[in-house]
């Protein structure tokens, strides 16, 4: 194996690595230390089944599923994350997957299986470096706050359609708002994150409105500074791994009318705090 690092804040592209060969206790090992001292892996050429991407997923804990995507036949965990003409993909925000959860997943795990000819990259951010990027002042200033996450702020364009309040109305009464440390600390690196986006939070507990929605606008845009971030340009068989409790990432949707198919599955792992 191969390591080569993509930018100066997260990232390295795994080469010379083949997936189908199976993932013994080494490779497992391997790509844990990996994925804490990168934050983001980046694999190509990677022709795997499923229920192989599913089995790289688990060597990161249990996993969950999620209320609003189809999923492969018989494997639930492996969703479907599709954008056509006829449905493009509604998501546009920077954002960590699932947080609208009391456990929101630690590793995400995402292979490209339809791909447009151009566009359709993903950006990527640490929030390991948005944090030490902040001010000492505005780090005390952060630590001990809450901030609440919601699964139907973040679906509210799904919810807002035709239909959309009738097809997703367990996944809402399932997935009450929830809260969140602003500030988290790694349970695996022990470094402080961030832990907003602009996807699901909706606000910090016990601030003014106003204030509220001016400090998370200020994270917000100061998470995506590019000094953060690193661009991943994906190919058929592509696969990224990502630390969902560090990272942030933001799908580029300038593929219109293309269509553009992937499958994910999420690990739960350890308790984020």
Request: net charge negative; hydrophobic share 40%; aromatic share 8%.
């Amino acid at each position: 194996m191969f390591i080569k690092r993509v930018a100066g804040a997260l990232g390295a592209e795994l080469q010379a690595i083949n997936l189908a060969q199976g993932i013994d206790a080494a490779l497992a090992g391997a790509l844990r230390r990996l994925l804490n001292e990168h934050e983001v892996l980046f694999l190509r050429d990677q022709s795997i089944e499923p229920s192989n991407q599913k089995a790289l997923a688990e060597i990161f804990g249990p996993l969950q599923t999620h209320p609003a995507y189809r999923t492969v036949d018989d494997l639930p965990e492996v969703m479907i994350l599709e954008s056509t003409p006829e449905n493009p993909s509604k998501i546009e925000a920077w954002h960590s997957d699932m947080t609208f959860r009391q456990h929101p997943p630690s590793v995400t795990v995402l292979r490209g299986i339809t791909i447009p000819e151009v566009g359709g990259d993903t950006l990527f951010a640490s929030m390991t470096a948005a944090y030490d990027g902040l001010s000492q002042g505005m780090q005390r200033y952060l630590d001990g706050l809450i901030a609440v996450h919601d699964f139907s702020h973040g679906f509210k364009e799904s919810l807002s359609e035709s239909g959309g309040r009738d097809r997703l109305a367990d996944a809402v009464a399932t997935n009450p708002p929830v809260r969140h440390p602003v500030v988290q600390v790694h349970p695996e690196t022990g470094k402080k994150v961030l832990f907003v986006n602009a996807l699901f939070t909706t606000h910090i507990v016990g601030l003014p409105p106003l204030e509220s929605a001016e400090v998370l606008q200020f994270l917000w845009r100061h998470a995506s500074l590019p000094e953060f971030s690193c661009r991943f340009h994906w190919q058929p068989d592509s696969m990224v791994i990502w630390d969902n409790r560090s990272t942030q990432h933001k799908p580029v949707n300038d593929f219109f009318p293309a269509i553009r198919r992937l499958h994910r599955v999420v690990s739960e792992g350890d308790r984020p705090y």
